[in-house]
């Protein structure tokens, strides 16, 4: 049985891209469930049908529903081993480990000043010293991986891996904030922007035209 991907609007859903990305950029075939958000009670009562959360991204696999973003690429990564999501020697797995949890519990200066919106025209804002602050680490942490991992290949951990799907969005907000980076972080972007796969994301949220007036602002 297919699996089932329950995600958001791909303009503005930078948590439904991350599980896509590890799914689509590992050619794992799934089948696209997409719920609009922030339109009312029928569609946040279809998410709440799926995740009792009543969030997306969700994955469903036969009578197993996944949902958070990092527990279903875990699963993405136990179900599908081949795949390789998270690097084979342990240490790199750990560090690998250790940045995807970092992206997804923290960084919430840059996520609320900079939301991912791939319509909006690119710009600088003025930021926060916390957003600020946000950018630096992550800027240290994918130069980081570069220096330590660059010999294997240009992702974070060398081939394309679950920690690079917990940054992709990054990659995107970054360009659209106009964020300056030193020549190796710009190049991670540049590798991240030429994935087909992250090709493939962006042109279908360049396509949809639902606007969520709320993450409309900066
Ligand atoms: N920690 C969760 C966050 C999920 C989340 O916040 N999803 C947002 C969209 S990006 C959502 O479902 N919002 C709809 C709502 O709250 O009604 C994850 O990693 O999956």
């Known amino acids: 049985m297919a699996l089932k991907l329950v995600i958001g609007n791909k303009n ?9 990305l590890a799914l689509r950029a590992n050619n794992i075939a799934f089948e696209e469930i997409f719920i609009p958000l922030y339109t009312g009670d029928a569609d946040k009562q279809r998410i709440l049908d799926v995740n009792p959360s009543g969030k997306v991204p969700a994955l469903i696999d036969g009578d197993v529903t996944i949902w958070d973003s990092l527990a279903i690429i875990e699963y ?24 995807s949890a970092e992206m997804h519990s923290g960084f919430m200066a840059l996520r609320n000043e900079c939301g ?3 319509h909006r025209p690119i710009g600088a804002i003025a930021l926060s010293d916390e957003a600020r602050a946000n950018i630096a680490r992550i800027r240290q942490i994918w130069t ?8 294997f290949g240009p992702f974070l951990f060398g081939a394309f891996g679950a920690a690079d799907a917990m940054f992709a969005p990054v990659v995107h907000r970054f360009r659209t904030y106009a964020i300056a980076l030193e020549p ?10 030429s ?16 606007v969520i007036e709320k993450f409309e602002t900066a």
């Open 12 to 20: 503005y859903s930078s948590w439904s891209m991350r599980p896509w």
């Open 76 to 99: 993405a990564a136990e179900r599908f081993p081949e795949a390789r999501l998270w690097p084979f020697d342990r240490a790199a797995r750990a560090h690998a480990r250790s940045i």
């Open 116 to 118: 991912m919106n791939l």
């Open 144 to 151: 980081g991986c570069r220096a330590a991992y660059g010999k």
């Open 184 to 193: 190796e972080a710009q190049a991670y972007m540049d590798t991240m922007m």
């Open 195 to 210: 994935l087909p796969a992250f090709q493939e994301w962006t042109r279908a949220a360049l396509a949809e035209t639902i």
